[in-house]
Antibody
Framework: QVQLVESGGGVVQPWGSLRLSCAAS????????MHWVRQAPGKGLEWVAL????????YYADSVKGRFTVSRDNYQNTMYLQLSSLRAEDTAVYYC?????????????????WGQGTTVTVSS | QSALTQPASVSGSPGQSITISCTGT?????????VSWYQQHPGKAPRLMIY???DRPSGVSNRFSGSKSGNTASLTISGLQAEDEADYYC???????????FGTGTKLTVL
């Protein structure tokens, strides 16, 4: 079945780094744009980034620009989120999600398939 | 980047209909048809309920419907059921470097 599975979360000190992974299965991963979305404890959803189907176009939220880097490996059906210069306010559950529009370089700016999330805690 | 505005809570009895509003600006909700709605139960990942203002993904009940007027989008749930009790978030494309903005979230209580 269509599935996304995140991994790589953990506890990291302020100014530290972490790499999250998102493994896709059950659909043609290389055809879809992919998002990262996060949710701080007890808070609402916050969009983090969108990567095009081929990895050539990446868009970041202002709050993470310059600190987070998204990449993907379409042969491994996996997307990555490199988190750097982490702050306490980056503490959250991080979700990867698929944009429903299957046409290359088109987006609905929505998320129709979500992973279960991976938790990142920034604390000394 | 400011979030879209939703009521903090709404409630209704089983069988009733409720509407959740999502107010933005002409740079997001009012300017584009890329409005989506998500349902989130405690401890679970969000679930897409509506996209492109009023389209329903396969498997979503037709009790859920979406609409938009000006800078405000709305999610209507008819025939409320106990399992509809959850948090609901809207989102929209926004004409800024932060491409997608979510709403503040609404807690739906089924009485």
């Amino acid at each position: 079945q269509v599935q996304l599975v995140e991994s790589g979360g953990g506890v990291v000190q302020p100014w530290g780094s972490l790499r999250l992974s998102c493994a896709a299965s059950g659909f043609t991963f290389s055809s879809y744009g992919m998002h990262w979305v996060r949710q701080a404890p007890g808070k609402g959803l916050e969009w983090v980034a969108l990567m095009s189907y081929d990895g050539m176009n990446i868009y970041y939220a202002d709050s993470v620009k310059g600190r987070f880097t998204v990449s993907r490996d379409n042969y491994q059906n996996t997307m990555y989120l490199q988190l750097s210069s982490l702050r306490a306010e980056d503490t959250a559950v991080y979700y990867c999600a698929r944009d429903p529009e299957p046409r290359p370089d088109y987006y609905y700016y929505a998320m129709d398939v979500w992973g279960q999330g991976t938790t990142v805690t920034v604390s000394s | 980047q400011s979030a879209l505005t939703q009521p903090a809570s709404v409630s209704g009895s089983p069988g009733q209909s409720i509407t959740i509003s999502c107010t933005g600006t002409s740079s997001d909700v009012g300017g584009y048809r890329f409005v989506s709605w998500y349902q989130q139960h405690p401890g679970k990942a969000p679930r897409l309920m509506i996209y492109k203002v009023s389209d329903r993904p396969s498997g979503v009940s037709n009790r859920f419907s979406g609409s938009k007027s000006g800078n405000t989008a709305s999610l209507t749930i008819s025939g409320l059921q106990a399992e509809d009790e959850a948090d609901y978030y809207c989102s929209s494309y926004r004409l800024t470097s932060t491409l997608v903005v979510f709403g503040t979230g609404t807690k739906l209580t089924v009485l």
